[in-house]
């Protein structure tokens, strides 16, 4: 149960690609405001999408919640998949679509 002073913000995670993660993949998700200051932030490890997430935020730091974004990456042997623009967390649930990022070595 979250307290009076947060704010909880929850979604999910998911991708188009149909394929199975291995061990160790990752995710980070971060909530920012309107100047890109990271206010909350978790990581996770992840085993199939779509996957659930919660991030709690104090209503000092973010009086207007429907004015904070998301930003999110996962990491894995397979490859590595983000946002490429920030996600409005303005309704919520919000789901994530993460597209297949190309990583040079």
Sequence with gaps: MA????HEITGSLTFRERIELPRGAVATVKLVNRKAEVL????FEVFQVPHDFSLYV???DAPDPTKLS???????????W????????AELPVTIHL???DVEE
């Design 99 to 101: 597209r297949k990022i």
């Design 3 to 6: 307290s009076v002073f947060l």
């Design 70 to 80: 998301i930003w999110a990456v996962l990491r894995s042997e397979a490859g590595v």
């Design 82 to 89: 983000g946002t490429p623009d920030f996600v409005s967390a």
């Design 40 to 43: 909350a932030a978790t990581a």
């Design 58 to 60: 104090d209503r000092a």
